[in-house]
Antibody
Framework: QLHLQESGPGLVKPSETLSLSCSVS??????????WGWIRQPPGKGLEWIGS???????YYNPSLKWRITISPDTSKNQFSLRLRSVTASDTAVYYC????????????WGQGTVVTVSS | EIVLTQSPATLSVSPGERATLSCRAS??????LAWYQQKSGQAPRLLIY???TRATGIPARFSGSGSGTDFTLTISSLEPEDFAVYYC?????????FGGGTKVEIK
């Protein structure tokens, strides 16, 4: 059974870079049928897609964030990562990693989420 | 960017009753629409994909319909565990987007 687990600092200072990793177990990110993505949810608000990446690269990003984000795969570690630069308080959110199935055109497996707070 | 508008924002329903949730797209997404359920403190769970196909393990009381710009998620008879927030999401093209959500609460 596929399992995704987010990891990274829970507290980031304003203007710094938020870095998260998503470890994948029970399956390989090298599968050609899936993209691997990040979604976030600010406190009390809805879901916002951040971006998704294929195992060989070729990311797609949310246009509102694309100048600040990098999502990249690490096939040697079977994980993928998110870097969000120049964070502000509005980047405070629960960050989820998830598998995007091309067949379903939906996120069919999710991590449990990790809380990231931006504060000095 | 395609905008998904969900209505109502909050739906108050009694257990055993029917719930009907709406998702409207700013332009056609054909049938490339999914629905998710999110319970408090949990990650979202995929319910429906391709507008009307239930994901693995999803009970038959959940059904989806629609195409183009207007979609509906119906819960035929609400169980206590169905009270949650529901989101729609399209992927007709990048960027994919989510709707703002509908909270189904106990009446």
């Amino acid at each position: 059974q596929l399992h995704l687990q987010e990891s990274g600092p829970g507290l980031v200072k304003p203007s710094e870079t938020l870095s998260l990793s998503c470890s994948v177990s029970g399956g390989s990110i090298n599968s050609g049928s899936y993209y691997w993505g990040w979604i976030r949810q600010p406190p009390g608000k809805g879901l916002e897609w951040i971006g998704s990446v294929y195992h060989s690269g070729s990311p797609y990003y949310n246009p509102s964030l694309k100048w600040r984000i990098t999502i990249s795969p690490d096939t040697s570690k079977n994980q993928f990562s998110l870097r969000l630069r120049s964070v502000t308080a509005s980047d405070t959110a629960v960050y989820y990693c998830a598998r995007f199935s091309w067949k379903l055109e939906a996120f069919d497996v999710w991590g449990q989420g990790t809380v990231v707070t931006v504060s000095s | 960017e395609i905008v998904l508008t969900q209505s109502p924002a909050t739906l108050s329903v009694s257990p055993g009753e029917r719930a009907t949730l709406s998702c409207r797209a700013s332009q056609s997404v054909r049938s490339h629409l999914a629905w998710y359920q999110q319970k408090s403190g949990q990650a979202p769970r995929l319910l429906i994909y391709d507008a009307s196909t239930r994901a693995t393990g999803i009970p038959a009381r959940f059904s989806g319909s629609g195409s183009g710009t207007d979609f509906t998620l119906t819960i035929s008879s609400l169980e206590p565990e169905d009270f949650a927030v529901y989101y729609c999401q399209h992927r007709v093209d990048w960027p994919l987007t989510f709707g703002g959500g509908t909270k189904v609460e106990i009446k």
